[in-house]
């Protein structure tokens, strides 16, 4: 079946639809939902967009070969930029690191009620579970394809597949078992996971039999979106501890207790905060003064 070509394809849309879903029943109690339909929609939008730029970049060569037609849709442009099945096919590193900033848009626009790094880490989690489906139709339909194809199993076909199901049931494991871990480290998940993804990613290309690389004899375009990733996945490591270490202080500091004398202070030297009712008559009785002079004049 033809169908069976396409598990890159399918899972996107399945992910796609599950993870709506599954973040409207998560987070619908926590934001108003149109803060929740805002934040979902921009991080899959941003994932998918970047994720289908950083593939045109890295397979501008091969897609420059094929022809446009409106007609002809198997082999073509531009419905080969949507076949996530093409070429290098769909890449997780590319799909998080637009995500991400999907989040860190929606928290430039929006000053009111952001997404803390408590909710990334859980979106990064749901994120994770919903892949998992394009995972496991990746093992079948590569089955299924050497199966009716008549060839002899090739243990190298499942190799990606494997190494990215042990990476998701390793972080969906880490989490879950190490909850209360996470909570009081908020934002370490995420780092953690895009760490972990895009290093898995770099040694998918590296044991992958047409694997050529493109710069310094050592990597390929992939790998090098990969070394960013990371570079992502530290700087956002960092700045969630820098802010930890900032709430821990401001929790550490002694409140300051007021002083016997405060509310005669405000009372008279803050004059444009709090209305004083001596300061009030005080005032009226010098401008009606100014007034009648005036008037006499």
Known sequence: MDLFRHPHSLGV??????????????????????KLFDFTL?????????????????????LSNLTWSVVNFTNTLPIALFNFDKFSGFSFVYFF???????????????????????????TRLSILCFLPLVILGIVFT??????????IEI???????IRLFEFVLLLAFFNFFNNFWLT?????????????????????????SYLPNF????????IIGILSIILSINLLLT????????????????????????????FANRRRVSNPINIKIKNLTTNKRKFRDSMN
């Open 13 to 34: 849309l399945l992910f796609v639809m599950s993870f709506t879903y599954f973040s409207w029943r998560t987070f619908i109690g926590e934001y108003k939902y149109e």
């Open 185 to 209: 480290k908020s934002g370490l998940f995420t780092s953690l996971s895009v760490l972990v993804i895009t290093i898995g990613e770099i040694i998918i290309d590296y044991l992958s039999p």
């Open 42 to 62: 921009l991080y899959i939008f941003f994932g998918l967009l970047t994720e289908r730029v950083l593939f045109i970049v890295t397979n501008w060569i091969d």
């Open 143 to 152: 089955f299924f394809n050497i199966r009716n194809g008549g060839t002899e």
């Open 97 to 123: 690191i637009g995500a991400i900033f999907g989040i860190s848009l929606y928290n430039w626009i929006n000053n009111i009620q952001r997404v803390g790094y408590n909710t990334l880490d859980r979106i």
């Open 216 to 223: 310094l004899g050592i990597l390929n375009y992939q790998q």
């Open 240 to 267: 969630s501890i820098a802010t930890l270490q900032e709430q821990e202080i401001r929790r550490k500091l002694k409140p300051q207790k007021p002083t016997m004398n405060k509310g005669f202070a405000i009372s």
């Open 156 to 162: 190298a076909l499942f190799i990606p597949y494997i």
